[in-house]
Structure formats: C-alpha cells, structure tokens
C-alpha cells in the first residue's frame, strides 16, 4: 500500500524553502559590512546554519516519487512558517541583541506571518542588517513562503496548486492563468512593483535610502514593522503618512484584481467587485466618522485629524499596525470603533490578515437572506456575490469559519487569563495575534512593545499569529485524528 504522506517530495520542498532563507539572509548580510556593524559573523553562521539544513533535507528527499496532494500541502505550509521561524530568529540570537530565544523566536513568527508586534523596546539601536532582515522577513511572509516557491515546484515535476489551495484558504481564489506558477510569477510582479514604487517615493519625501526600503517592505506585506519605536509617527510627516496610507489601501486589496487593473487596465472589474465595494466604505466611512470624533475632541484641526484617522483605520483594517498617533488616548468610542476592524480585516487574496471583508460581505447577505425566508418560507433565496451564486458548502465553510474563529479568541482569552494577562490587555493581545494585526490595547497598544509578555504568553500568542496567517484550518486540520488516517 503506498504510504499516506509523500515524505520524501516534503522534505526536499523544505530543503529548497532553507536554501531559499540561508540566501536571504546572505542578502541581509551585506547591510553588516557596508555599515561596518558587529552582527555579520551571526547572519553567516545562521545562512549556514540554514544552507547546510536545507542540503541534507534536498539529500534525504532524493528520488521522492512525483506526487504532492492537499494532505501534504498542509503539512508543507504550516512546517514552513515554523521551520522559517526557527532558523530565522538565529540572527537575532547569535548576535546576542535578542539573547532570550522565546523573544527572538517571537520576534520573528511575528515577521514571517506579518503581525508586527514587536518585544524591542528600542529599535534604533539595533544594526542596520538585523532590522533590514526584520523587514524581509515580513515581505516574504507577505503572500506567503509557499506561494513564493510555487513557481520552483514544477522542478520537481509537481504541480502547485495543492500548495496554494493549503495556503489561500479564503472563500474565493481567482486566478489570472490556468498555471498556478505563471499566476504567482505575475502576482508577485506586482508585489515587488509596489515596494519598489513605495520605496522611490518614501525617499523623495525626506526619508533616507535605508529606512524608505524596510518600510516598503513591510507596508506591502502589511506588517508594519519599522526602523522607529515610534512607527511612522517619528517622522512628522504629513507626506509619508499619506504614502503609507495608499501603499497600505492598495496593498489590502485583491491582488488579482490589482493586476486585472494594472495589466489588463479592467479597471471596471475592480470597482464591479462586491468586496472591493465594501473595503473602500468601510474605510471611508470610519475614517469620516473618526475624523468628526477627533474634531469634536479637538484633538486638532481637519486636515490634521482627517490624516490621522484615514492612517489609523487603513493600517488597523489591512491589519500592518503602524502607528501615526496613539490611539489608545482617543475617546473610548474611536478606539472601538478601531477594535471593530481588528475582526474585519481587508480584502482576500490581499496580504492582511483578520475575517476578510468577503466573510463580512457574505455573512450579512446570508443574515439578510434569513430575513427574507422568515416571510417567504417556501421561496428558494441563493447567495450570491458579485453576481455569481455561492454553493451552499462555501456558505457552510463560512459559517463553520466564523463559529472556529471566535472559538480560537475564546480560548486564546481564556488560556492568557490563566497566565496572568489583565482581562483587556488578554483581549487585545489575542485579538491582534489571531488577525495579524500588530498593537494591540492597554499595555500592549499603539506606543508599547509586548516584551513585558509572560513567556508563556508569547508562546500561546506565536502559535495564534500562526493559525491566523494560515487562516485557522491548514493549521488546526493537522491536529484532528482523520487527517492522518490512511482513508
């Protein structure tokens, strides 16, 4: 009988993904000696590390047979974010600026699944090469470790869309060419098109070369990280916060229909989009309400307030986390409406995380279809998006998404509760660890690192940042008992 997992074909994939980090960090490396800063011998230690790892895992997987399925996709993905994360931290550890390994490692699950919350309570004074490898470790997060190697699978002779259907478990998965790998390629085009672009008019605008490209990084993979404790706020730029803000908009939406528009130039496409539709409301509408509640507060005149409620409500709904105010001194009301978005989330095929404004979309269609059945009991009412009819199995994985969802935050809250973490401060932390967010509220908000964490907390807040990149099921799925059954 042939075995159930193709262990060999797994093995070789994480050999390659190693390889693929242990250059990367090389990459990082060349930051150390153009700086002439302390941390080079950590990054050739750790790229070695990580190279001599992936060899023996590409030796031990030869002559694997040429055959990948939706099992094996889910073990790849999630073993990826956690092997990433533990040869990833060694820079951090080896250089001895982070010499706690549940910090470095904390660190860096909150890089490579685009969190951004941080333990480092002064960022400036780390070298130059350990935060340009913070930053990249948030970009190749961004749309995912495995989507980013799609396109090396065909070596192998295996196809990837097992990989990207483990990875992009979203309701809806567009695709721009019938070959996953040339949509990844094209995908991906874009991706390093907008930080690109970012990068060339962050500088124009007063900020140096080096601070311009990780913050590029980190805005396109909406994670956030920056090379100021003070996030974007330390510049005092009304400019650059504007840039943020349409670099974050932009990168919250669908990348396919990104590339319909850029492309194709169906700009109608993007604007016919339902999900498209209700991320630009959304934040439309917080933003304007926000702005009168800052107004009223007189927290500063319209421009000002206007500015700082547009940033706040699109780096919180993309879930990147940067700060240009502290939110946390607004009216209770403002900063609720905020925690509101936290669940929300952009748009999917995006680099944010959260629900995602199609399950937004999809639930009140399903809630306002309810309605309509009550009067009309007999009526046969489909769901529909975008003008397309939903199978009722997306309607029940949907259902079944928000029920498991809510569970992981009751859980979450209940076990950081245990630890001791202050009731609020336990609800924020969760909150932000499960959608990717980044601050979070109380001690753990807008201004504060989360390095007064109890260890054991920022363990079970690893694991969530985890689950929530990988949107619950790829993760959860490996820890039920039919998963590894033969049949």
């Not at 107004?295 to 879930?319: K, N, P, W, Y």
């Not at 949907?398 to 209940?414: C, E, H, K, M, Q």
């Not at 609800?427 to 690192?449: C, E, K």
Request: glycine share 10%; charged share 15%; aromatic share 14%.
């Amino acid at each position: 009988m042939r075995a159930i997992i193709n262990k060999k074909m797994i093995l070789r994939i994480l050999g390659v993904l190693l390889c693929i980090e242990s250059g990367l960090m090389l990459l990082s490396s060349v930051f150390s000696l153009y700086y002439r800063e302390d941390d080079l011998a950590a990054f050739l230690i750790s790229a070695g590390a990580a190279m001599g790892v992936g060899l023996l895992l590409l030796f031990l997987g030869r002559g694997a047979e040429k055959r990948f399925n939706r099992r094996e996709g889910y073990i790849v993905v999630t073993v990826s974010w956690i092997v990433f994360s533990l040869f990833g931290m060694l820079p951090y550890y080896i250089s001895g600026y982070i010499p706690d390994v549940t910090d470095a490692f904390f660190e860096t699950m909150s890089g490579f699944t685009t969190t951004g919350a941080s333990i480092l309570d002064h960022i400036e004074s780390m070298p130059h090469s350990l935060l340009f490898w913070r930053s990249m470790t948030q970009w190749i997060g961004g749309l995912g470790i495995v989507f980013f190697t799609i396109a090396v699978l065909p070596v192998f002779g295996v196809g990837g869309v097992q990989l990207f259907a483990a990875e992009a478990t979203g309701p809806k998965h567009d695709k721009v060419h019938p070959r996953i790998e040339v949509t990844a390629k094209w995908i991906w085009s874009i991706y390093l098109g907008l930080t690109l672009a970012e990068t060339l008019l962050l500088s124009f605008g007063g900020m140096e070369w080096f601070d311009s490209i990780c913050h590029s990084l980190t805005t396109t993979a909406t994670g956030g990280y920056s090379t100021r404790q003070a996030s974007i706020a330390a510049y005092q730029s009304p400019y650059i916060e504007y840039v943020v803000t349409l670099f974050m908009f932009l990168s919250g939406i669908n990348f396919t229909l990104l590339f319909y528009s850029l492309f194709k130039g169906r700009i109608g496409k993007l604007f016919g989009d339902t999900e498209f539709r209700l991320y630009t409301a959304i934040v439309v509408g917080f933003s304007l309400f926000i702005t009168m509640g800052l107004l009223l507060a007189g927290s500063g005149d319209v421009e000002t307030s206007f500015r700082h409620s547009l940033f706040q409500v699109v780096s919180i709904m993309t879930t990147t986390g940067y700060v240009s105010a502290d939110y946390t001194l607004w009216h209770p009301l403002l900063w609720f409406l905020l925690m509101l978005l936290m669940f929300t989330g952009a748009c999917a095929g995006s680099t944010s995380g959260a629900v995602k404004c199609i399950r937004i979309s999809m639930l009140f269609k399903v809630a306002q279809n309810e309605f309509k059945r009550i009067i009309h009991p007999n009526a046969v009412i489909p769901l529909r998006v975008n003008k397309e009819v939903i199978a009722p199995k997306t309607k029940i994985t949907l259902l079944a998404f928000v029920v498991v969802y809510v569970g992981v935050i009751l859980l979450g809250w209940g076990i950081m509760l245990a630890l001791g973490v202050d009731f609020m401060d336990a609800y924020g932390v969760v909150i932000s660890s499960l959608g990717n967010i980044g601050p979070a509220l109380g001690n753990y908000g807008a201004d504060y690192s989360w390095s007064s964490l109890p260890m054991a907390a920022k363990w079970v807040a690893s694991a969530l940042m985890l689950i929530g990149r990988l949107e619950l099921f790829s993760v959860l799925l490996l820890f039920t008992p039919g998963f590894w059954r033969k049949r």
